[in-house]
């Protein structure tokens, strides 16, 4: 035991070795009739420093991320001082828990690092650290890939991610419930892509309700494009990020690519196509019997939507949801529910989705 410091009122601070509870101190105070007596006893975290290292400088930006952005997204969620000496370690300090924690993350981080041959983007970082941490999402080890393209595939992320993809596979017709951020149209619009790719379909559609939140197209500014751009433009984002934008404006020039509001549907039997309707909580029960009876030879259809999100008036029932009951049974169609655990966007949106799923009160 070792004397650390005089204290006020004739106290002395103590410091004994490390145990189970980390580093104590203990103070002491003269007590009655010039006895001493232990005035407090408090313990301090051990904290514990281990280290990485990496093949050159290129490699610790890799790692750590443009401007150090991986780096902050790490200690933001795990309770850690990150550290570099020179350009080739990496230090990691904190509780010894925290730490081993840590390290794990970056050197999974390494070895992803090198299977893609290229750097990280944060939800990757954050998958990776939930996995490691026990927190959020698990990774699904047997989700088929998604290769929409050459050089380039999507793995689902989750294991209900990687249940959404079978699915879609195996089913003619998938229905696909969750909250933002699971991937539900991202995973549709890459299994459609590389459908088209394989050359098992000839088109795909991408369907939108053009009305949300009470909105007419009426009482919108602009030409019928203007109007029903706001709309379509998730589905269209989500296209452009897996094939090359000027592929994709010739696709829709020879009309392989179509994205349309709900309203264009009718009437129209679509062979040989993989149909996408995204937020299909907004339709009313009619519309989407509209549209669920679209669907022709060879074709698949995915609806995929936010329960917790419905805006339409309030007697009007979200087709979305009859549907799920509706359809239950029915050989070639499945339901599948993701959760706020196959969330992959921002770490704060699966906890903002736990908070909202409490109760109206919190």
């Given at each position: 035991?070792?004397?650390?410091?005089?204290?006020?009122?004739?106290?002395?601070?103590?410091?004994?070795?490390?145990?189970?509870?980390?580093?104590?101190?203990?103070?002491?105070?003269?007590?009655?009739?010039?006895?001493?007596?232990?005035?407090?006893?408090?313990?301090?975290?051990?904290?514990?420093?281990?280290?990485?290292?990496?093949g050159s400088a290129e490699e610790l930006v890799l790692l750590l991320g443009t401007k150090?952005?991986?780096?902050?997204?790490?200690?933001?969620?795990?309770?850690?001082?990150?550290?570099?000496?020179?350009?080739?370690?990496?230090?990691?300090?904190?509780?010894?828990?925290?730490?081993?924690q840590a390290i794990a993350v970056l050197e999974e981080m390494k070895a992803a690092i090198?299977?893609?041959?290229?750097?990280?983007?944060?939800?990757?970082?954050?998958?990776?650290?939930?996995?490691?941490?026990?927190?959020?999402?698990?990774?699904?080890?047997?989700?088929?890939?998604?290769?929409?393209?050459?050089?380039?595939?999507?793995?689902?992320?989750?294991?209900?991610?990687?249940?959404?993809?079978?699915?879609?596979?195996?089913?003619?017709?998938?229905?696909?419930?969750?909250?933002?951020?699971?991937?539900?149209?991202?995973?549709?619009?890459?299994?459609?892509?590389?459908?088209?790719?394989?050359?098992?379909?000839?088109?795909?559609?991408?369907?939108?309700?053009?009305?949300?939140?009470?909105?007419?197209?009426?009482?919108?500014?602009?030409?019928?494009?203007?109007?029903?751009?706001?709309?379509?433009?998730?589905?269209?984002?989500?296209?452009?990020?897996?094939?090359?934008?000027?592929?994709?404006?010739?696709?829709?020039?020879?009309?392989?690519i179509e994205v349309a509001p709900l309203a264009y549907m009718r009437g129209r039997t679509?062979?040989?196509?993989?149909?996408?309707?995204?937020?299909?909580?907004?339709?009313?029960?009619?519309?989407?019997?509209?549209?669920?009876?679209?669907?022709?030879?060879?074709?698949?259809?995915?609806?995929?939507?936010?329960?917790?999100?419905?805006?339409?008036?309030?007697?009007?029932?979200?087709?979305?949801?009859?549907?799920?009951?509706?359809?239950?049974?029915?050989?070639?169609?499945?339901?599948?529910?993701?959760?706020?655990?196959?969330?992959?966007?921002?770490?704060?949106?699966?906890?903002?989705?736990?908070?909202?799923?409490?109760?109206?009160?919190?």
């Open positions: 035991m070792e004397r650390l410091w005089p204290q006020a009122a004739g106290a002395i601070g103590y410091l004994f070795p490390s145990g189970p509870l980390g580093t104590g101190v203990v103070s002491r105070a003269k007590g009655t009739k010039g006895h001493s007596a232990i005035a407090s006893v408090r313990s301090r975290p051990c904290m514990t420093e281990k280290s990485i290292s990496v150090d952005q991986h780096l902050r997204q790490i200690r933001g969620m795990i309770p850690v001082k990150i550290l570099t000496r020179g350009d080739v370690q990496v230090f990691v300090q904190g509780d010894e828990s925290a730490v081993i090198a299977r893609q041959h290229g750097p990280l983007d944060s939800e990757q970082v954050a998958q990776i650290v939930h996995r490691i941490t026990g927190n959020g999402a698990t990774a699904s080890p047997n989700a088929p890939p998604i290769d929409i393209r050459a050089g380039r595939k999507i793995r689902p992320r989750t294991q209900g991610q990687g249940d959404y993809v079978k699915a879609i596979r195996t089913h003619d017709l998938v229905i696909c419930v969750g909250p933002a951020g699971t991937g539900k149209t991202y995973l549709a619009v890459a299994t459609a892509v590389e459908a088209l790719r394989d050359q098992s379909i000839r088109k795909i559609v991408l369907v939108r309700p053009a009305v949300e939140a009470g909105e007419s197209l009426g009482f919108l500014p602009g030409d019928m494009q203007a109007k029903i751009n706001p709309y379509l433009r998730p589905l269209q984002d989500a296209l452009r990020e897996m094939i090359d934008p000027e592929q994709v404006r010739r696709y829709m020039e020879d009309d392989v679509l062979n040989n196509a993989f149909i996408i309707m995204d937020e299909a909580q907004n339709t009313t029960v009619g519309q989407m019997k509209m549209f669920l009876t679209r669907l022709g030879e060879g074709s698949k259809m995915v609806v995929s939507g936010d329960t917790s999100q419905v805006d339409l008036p309030h007697h009007a029932r979200s087709g979305l949801v009859d549907a799920l009951h509706r359809l239950q049974g029915i050989e070639g169609v499945a339901s599948v529910r993701l959760s706020g655990s196959d969330i992959v966007r921002h770490r704060l949106v699966q906890e903002i989705v736990s908070a909202y799923e409490e109760g109206p009160n919190g």
